[in-house]
């Protein structure tokens, strides 16, 4: 019963948050051809990144939560916590898109992306350590060493973003597609287990 | 569990889109004529017509996993990317309603009403592709042939709004009727199953 | 399965609904004193009664799909036929509201509500037309007459908007006591039932 | 059913309540240095503030429908009180943020907090009224002192914002605390029970 009201609530938050950040893209109004999107673009571009991050984040919730036994008033928080951190990504989004790519948008970006890779660190080591020695949850841990890596590649395109924001761009889609691509792999692993 | 989230989810992501883009009917202020309104009638029938669009989005997809007998990694990646097209609903919408249906504002509506039937029929696809010989599926198969029709009418659309954005708005308009009559029929063939 | 999901959707439409309103609630910038809130408060006064009608569209939507033994698909979409309506009670409080209660948005609020009312009714003949013989639903017609009721108060309001709109506001809050005050008593018969 | 249906719909208004608060930080256009932010370092403050006091909220709202035994009328007409107040949290919010924590603001905000929680007082004794008796729920009642005090320690931080807004601020910061610190306690009281 616990375990679904904070999977349901934590769902409402991330619908949100993937659809609200489509309200940035306005429509141009007066403005009835193609070539008046053009100044969309980069903006469209931000919009796509962070549509598959928020999807990455929800897929990979779920399965975590899907692995944990329960839910303790730590889980609560560290929930929470990771909510607080995606909420801010239609905000960089924003900010990235508006000024097409710039240094310091483009760090900010990454900056709210590391801490929300940490904060999901934090959610797995409270479950960890709620239910400890638990199997499908140590297989879980597998990914764990990717959203590590993650974060690492993360403060790296914060630094790349001072000298070239297009470097650090790549790295954000990089480390999306790594996420998206061997996730079947460890999907399949949970499902034997 | 796994499907009653990702049903959760959607239904969250699909209310929001069907609910945010009546803010773009924004009330006039300091005008409290009902001519004042008159600015608002196309953005209002955009909003009927888009409203009723991710209405039958909202019913099919509900059937379409109604008949899946379980999620894998390639549903829930499909599932996403048929959320995604459906986001961009309210921003075409807008810009064909501030526009008051002009050509291109026109087609940019086709061309995402175009890709989320091509989304819709990928995720049908994956779900076939993982529960293979699936009765209820196979049925719900009969929807497909109306999902294409529909692409192919999309596309039809698209180029008709070059030339008269009014037959486009037609156009859309029959698809959508042609999802909202048949649909009990199928149903009811379900029901039975 | 297929109503709890039905309920799930419609909650996630009312619940947007319901919260948007407030966004037209914008907090005055540069103005840091009680009296500039002064301009807000028609605004709040149209929150407060289109807060109290959503609520009680929610109550009542739960105890009608409660009666109900399951979900057609004519129910489906009487049902997003009232949430349609449903859907347009921002900018109708929103047009009220900027205008101070003028005589038109307030005959259109009525109108909005009026047309939301009919469309409840439908829904609930669309039960009805489903399940027929349904005891708890039967008893739940008493409602029944009372949602034809208000749908008629909604008319002389809308009537009386043109001469006095107070007189309408009045009655928009007499309609929402009279569903607020005996709704207990409709559900003590349908808990003993 | 019924309670699963008023807590989903209580998760869909905190989740976007808790989420349109961020649409307040708007990126500012044309501005790409981390300079330009400076400006919404208050309504960040106020953002995490709020984010934190509505998590609060759903995390008791969570634990006190968890310790009822059912759904009254009244039940649900409380439930809808508090959400009420709670809807007005972001429009505070963003007053206060906007006006970089001003006497007045800063008022309203403890005012909105206090109804808050006087509501979620209503709400606990609504649900200890239809089930009286109840050893789960007489156990919650020990944050019932805790939600007293906080309305007391609201009351004294509206009447401090008109001396030191920033004294208020700290209160405000001190009653959240001190919900977020003790929860544990209470929780694991519950789950002995």
New interface residues.
Partial sequence: ??KS?L???S??????????M??E??????????SD?RSLVPKFLCY?LS?VYV?IY??NH?HLL?ASRGI???I??AN?HL??WL??V???T??MG??GF????TA?YGAVLMLAGAAYLVLEWSINAAYPGDAPLARAVGRDRKAMLSVALYAVAIGAAFFSPWASGGLYAVVAAMW?VP??RI??ALAKG
């Fill in positions: 019963m616990t009201r999977e349901a609530f769902d409402g938050v991330i619908a949100i948050i993937i659809t609200i489509v309200l893209l306005r429509a141009p109004e007066h403005a009835d051809r193609f999107l796509v549509f999807g929800w897929v779920h899907h303790s008033g730590g609560l928080w929470l909510l607080f909420s801010l239609p905000f960089v924003a900010w508006e000024n710039a240094s310091e948008p900010a998206l996730d079947r999907e399949r």
